[in-house]
């Protein structure tokens, strides 16, 4: 059944859906929480939480990566942020978070002209190692090939390459574009490339050899993509097309696994959940852990969006903190809106479900609700 509509005589379109549109369907079985797993592996890495801390200098500093990581997560450290231009951004960061709103994107857009130091990303790099977790950076696209030998040399684990979307068959007429298959052929680390938000691209970047996808495209509270470009993908769409990319892809590599990584308009662990409901292996969480105490945006939340030199995509929002990072993972809750113990929550939904896993849990029948939350998408 074809879910295009029609716009007007010579255009149609998708119907596709975000997550605040679709509900997971209680199953004739239920499970004690207790007995479900949310561990999750990529390549020889293995998660006690399939939560991944997004690079974005709001949500993650050195000791945010390390403390994420001593919980059971992944955090990534964003290689192009404050902590890699300033040898201190503890300033920065705290006037950053006391602009007015006006003043926001000019003052960002000033402090983020800083020149990237090799020698910082070496340091941040050693740091997040000597902590004994696991070492994740991340780059655009069009830093990669300037920065990513001093990153590899640094002795990263993970090397995340992500944008607003990263596409497998860049083509420029001025610049020679990043060949993402030679590139991550030549490397000796998994690599987990985004976004990407359609069936197609994500198969494209499944054949570079990357380890995981990070999907999205538009989303999470701080990108204003919609606006400025015009472009998004709902996410629940988004994410169930590039699950089947790969299960596709694992036909066509003769049982190659990538993982599917939702990225973006994941604040609160009901959408969390259904991310897991309809495909996805881990999420990439901003919003959500920018709202711990220990968060170094300090209760605002912005992404590279926000402070692009020509053509802002984002803004700073203010999000306020609801807890400890602990709290935020592992509860005790204290309200009622999905804020705390995400982790909690996730196990709980596996369970009222009948699943034991997370990789079960993807088969979960899912509804179309004829309600909105009004929630980010």
Same mark, same amino acid.
Not at 190 to 206: D, E
Not at 276 to 291: K, P
Not at 339 to 365: I, M, P, W
């Given at each position: 059944?074809?879910?295009?509509?029609?716009?007007?005589?010579?255009?149609?379109?998708?119907?596709?859906?975000?997550?605040?549109?679709?509900?997971?369907?209680?199953?004739?079985?239920?499970?004690?929480?207790?007995?479900?797993?949310?561990?999750?592996?990529?390549?020889?890495?293995?998660?006690?939480?399939?939560?991944?801390?997004?690079?974005?200098?709001?949500?993650?500093?050195?000791?945010?990566?390390?403390?994420?990581?001593?919980?059971?997560?992944?955090?990534?450290?964003?290689?192009?942020?404050?902590? %890699?231009?300033?040898?201190?951004?503890?300033?920065?960061?705290?006037?950053?978070?006391?602009?007015?709103?006006?003043?926001?994107?000019?003052?960002?857009?000033?402090?983020?002209?800083?020149?990237?130091?090799?020698?910082?990303?070496?340091?941040?790099?050693?740091?997040?190692?000597?902590?004994?977790?696991?070492?994740?950076?991340?780059?655009?696209?069009?830093?990669?090939?300037?920065?990513?030998?001093?990153?590899?040399?640094?002795?990263?684990?993970?090397?995340?390459?992500?944008?607003?979307?990263?596409?497998?068959?860049?083509?420029?007429?001025?610049?020679?574009?990043?060949?993402?298959?030679?590139?991550?052929?030549?490397?000796?680390?998994?690599?987990?490339?985004?976004? @990407?938000?359609?069936? %197609?691209?994500?198969?494209?970047?499944?054949?570079?050899?990357?380890?995981?996808?990070?999907?999205?495209?538009?989303?999470? @509270?701080?990108?204003?993509?919609?606006?400025?470009?015009?472009?998004?993908?709902?996410?629940? %769409?988004?994410?169930?097309?590039?699950?089947?990319?790969?299960?596709?892809?694992?036909?066509?590599?003769?049982?190659?696994?990538?993982?599917?990584?939702?990225?973006?308009?994941?604040?609160?662990?009901?959408?969390?959940?259904?991310?897991?409901?309809?495909?996805?292996? @881990?999420?990439?969480?901003?919003?959500?852990?920018?709202?711990?105490?220990?968060?170094?945006?300090?209760?605002?939340?912005?992404?590279?969006?926000?402070?692009?030199?020509?053509?802002?995509?984002?803004?700073?929002?203010?999000?306020?903190?609801?807890?400890?990072?602990?709290?935020?993972?592992?509860?005790?809750?204290?309200?009622?809106?999905?804020?705390?113990?995400? @982790?909690?929550?996730?196990?709980?939904?596996?369970?009222?479900?009948?699943?034991?896993?997370?990789?079960?849990?993807?088969?979960?029948?899912?509804?179309?609700?004829?309600?909105?939350?009004?929630?980010?998408?």
């Amino acid at each position: 059944m074809s879910s295009e509509i029609e716009i007007g005589r010579g255009k149609r379109g998708r119907r596709a859906y975000s997550l605040d549109d679709i509900a997971i369907v209680p199953a004739r079985r239920t499970r004690d929480p207790e007995d479900v797993s949310l561990t999750w592996q990529i390549d020889a890495y293995q998660f006690e939480l399939p939560f991944i801390g997004a690079p974005m200098d709001s949500a993650m500093s050195p000791e945010t990566v390390i403390s994420l990581g001593k919980f059971g997560g992944l955090g990534v450290l964003d290689l192009e942020g404050l902590w %890699t231009r300033y040898e201190d951004p503890t300033p920065q960061l705290a006037e950053i978070a006391q602009l007015p709103a006006e003043m926001a994107t000019s003052r960002m857009q000033e402090l983020y002209s800083a020149p990237i130091q090799a020698e910082l990303i070496t340091a941040r790099l050693e740091q997040i190692r000597e902590a004994g977790v696991t070492v994740a950076g991340a780059l655009t696209p069009q830093r990669t090939q300037e920065f990513y030998k001093t990153v590899i040399d640094a002795g990263v684990d993970i090397f995340v390459i992500r944008g607003t979307t990263v596409s497998a068959e860049h083509v420029s007429t001025h610049t020679e574009p990043l060949n993402l298959k030679q590139f991550i052929y030549e490397l000796d680390v998994p690599v987990i490339v985004g976004g @990407a938000a359609t069936y %197609t691209a994500a198969l494209h970047l499944m054949r570079t050899g990357a380890a995981g996808v990070l999907v999205g495209f538009g989303g999470g @509270a701080a990108a204003t993509t919609r606006k400025t470009l015009g472009i998004h993908a709902p996410m629940a %769409t988004a994410v169930a097309d590039v699950h089947a990319a790969r299960r596709d892809y694992m036909d066509e590599s003769g049982g190659r696994y990538v993982h599917v990584i939702a990225d973006g308009g994941l604040g609160t662990s009901g959408e969390i959940v259904k991310a897991f409901g309809v495909g996805a292996d @881990a999420v990439m969480l901003g919003t959500a852990l920018a709202r711990s105490t220990e968060a170094p945006g300090r209760g605002m939340h912005w992404g590279a969006e926000a402070h692009h030199p020509d053509l802002p995509r984002g803004h700073r929002v203010e999000l306020g903190t609801v807890g400890s990072l602990e709290q935020v993972l592992f509860g005790p809750g204290r309200t009622a809106i999905g804020e705390l113990n995400l @982790a909690g929550a996730l196990r709980r939904a596996l369970a009222t479900t009948g699943y034991l896993d997370l990789k079960e849990f993807q088969r979960v029948d899912v509804t179309v609700s004829p309600y909105q939350t009004g929630s980010v998408v």
